[in-house]
C-alpha cells in the first residue's frame, strides 16, 4: 500500500509517538508485508525469529520493538507494539468509507457490461467492459476487474485478510489496507471468497477459472490460465503459477509456491511447496505415483504380517 506521498522518518515517528533511528529525512512511502515488500517500504515486526528477516529485507524501514543497530540505507522506527502502529498507518492512509448506494458513485464500470440485481459495489471500484455480474454479488472497495470477466451470484471479492494476533483479551485484527484484482478473462463460480491483501494485493491471472465455493486467502498470487474445482481453500501468501490444476477439495497451507502446470488430485493437503510439471495427491501431497505405491504397500501390510511368525506375548 503506497501513501499519497513519501513521508519521513521523523513524520511517521510523530504521527506513532515512538523513537527513530537514522536520518530524519529517511523516505518512507508506503507500508507492505515481509513477503513482498520493495526499497522505500515499511515493513513491521514484532518477534525476536523474524528480527533478522525484516532487517535483511528489502524493507528500507523496519517498524521493531527492539533497539538495533540500524542497517546501512535504512531507517528504524522503534515502537512498543509494531502491530498496533501497523494498523494505525492503515487506518490513516486507507480509511474505512461507508457506502451510500449499492453502486458507489466514484464506480468506474465499462461498456456492455451487466450488473444484476442486489449486487453491491464499492468505492473506487473498476469493472472492466464486456463483464457479466450476477445477483448478490458483493465487490469491496478497491477491486479492479478487467475485460470479460463473470462472477456469479454471490461471490464475495475483497473481504478482510483472515489475520489476527492473539492478545490475553483475545484476538487483534490485522487491518487490511490492500486489494483484489482480476484480470482479463477469468470466470469465477458462485460463492466464492476472494479476500484482500494486507497491505499489497491478491491477484488471479488472465484466463484462469474458479468453481463454486473456492476461498482465496489474502494476498495470494494465481498465475494465468489456471483451473480450480469446488471447494478448493487457498490460504493467505501464496504464489500459483501459471497452468496450474486444482481439483476439488485440494487444501494449500500458507506462503508456498505451486510451480507451472502443477495438477493437484482431489482432497489433497499441501504443506509446502511443489515444482511445476508434476501431478500430485495425498496429504501431504507428493508425486501421485510416490503416493499410490504407499497406498498400495499399505494395503498389503496386513497380509504381511499375518505371514509373520511372531511368538505370543504372556
Known sequence: MKFPRSYTLKELAELLDCDFEG???????????????????????????????????????????????????????????????????????????SAASSIAPSAAIGENTVI?????IGNNVSIGSNCRIHSNVSIYDNTIIGNNVIIHANT????????????????DRLISGGKVIIADHVDIGAGCTIDRGVSGDTSIGKGTKIDNNVQVG???????????????????CV???????????????????????????????????????????????DDIRRKYREMASIRILPEIIEKLDFPEQE
Open 23 to 97: 536520518p530524519a529525512d529517511h523516505q518512507v512511502k508506503g507500508i507492505n508485508e515481509i513477503h513482498v515488500v520493495e526499497p522505500g517500504d515499511l515493513v513491521f515486526v514484532d518477534h525476536p525469529k523474524y528480527y533478522d528477516k525484516a532487517l535483511n529485507s528489502a524493507a528500507t524501514t523496519i517498524l521493531i520493538n527492539k533497539n538495533v543497530t540500524v542497517p546501512s540505507g535504512k531507517g528504524i522506527l522503534i515502537s512498543d507494539d509494531p502491530f498496533r502502529d501497523f494498523n494505525a498507518l492503515t487506518k490513516k492512509f486507507n480509511p474505512f468509507q
Open 116 to 120: 444484476q440485481p442486489n449486487c453491491f
Open 156 to 171: 464475495v471479492l475483497g473481504a478482510d485478510a483472515f489475520y489476527y494476533k492473539k492478545r490475553p483479551e483475545g484476538y
Open 218 to 236: 489474502h494476498d495470494t498470487r494465481i498465475g494465468e490460465n489456471c483451473l480450480f474445482a469446488s471447494q478448493v481453500g487457498i490460504a493467505g
Open 239 to 285: 504464489v500459483i503459477e501459471d497452468n496450474v490444476t486444482l481439483w476439488g477439495q485440494v487444501g494449500i497451507t500458507s506462503g508456498v509456491t505451486i510451480g507451472k502446470g502443477a495438477v493437484v488430485s482431489a482432497q489433497s493437503g499441501v504443506s509446502k511447496s511443489l515444482p511445476g510439471g508434476k501431478t500430485y495427491a495425498g496429504t501431504p501431497a
